[in-house]
């Protein structure tokens, strides 16, 4: 049986389609159960999961520092290329967010929605009409607009049953 997150994540989906980006953010903090949540849709629905920090990371690994900004942005768009299914789940998105990539994470997200349907786990909160990562002290902080975006919040205490 699937919990209401996960109904309310497959409602979202399919909604999605109508969007030009078709992009599902699961925001929540770190433990409120997003990983979970996106195994428990890879078990009912067989949609492909990503763990972009390692996925990423590997491929950075063999650049220079100066190297990965320049090249980062191109192996994510290879490692979606690489996944035939119309809707894919990215996990540990962390490091989209690291400064010394240079990258705008949110429309990095979106670029890659624009031809399938992209579940990304977003470790922030959504508050007063705005998307943040982080808390406004740490060095990887970021605010976005919440507006026309499709979200799922989560909180500590939603955490999801396996």
Known sequence: MSSSKEQEIMRM???????????????????????????QCVKTNGWPIVNLNLELSQKLLPLTQRQRPLHAQKLLDDTMAQIANPVVLLDNTEILFDNNLQLDPLRLLQGISRNRTVVASWNGAVADGQLTYATPEHQEFRKYPSQDLLLVAMDKNMTPQT
């Open 13 to 39: 989906v399919a909604q999605a389609a109508a969007f030009y980006h078709r992009l599902l953010l699961l925001v929540g903090p770190s433990e409120s159960g997003k990983t979970v949540l996106l195994h």
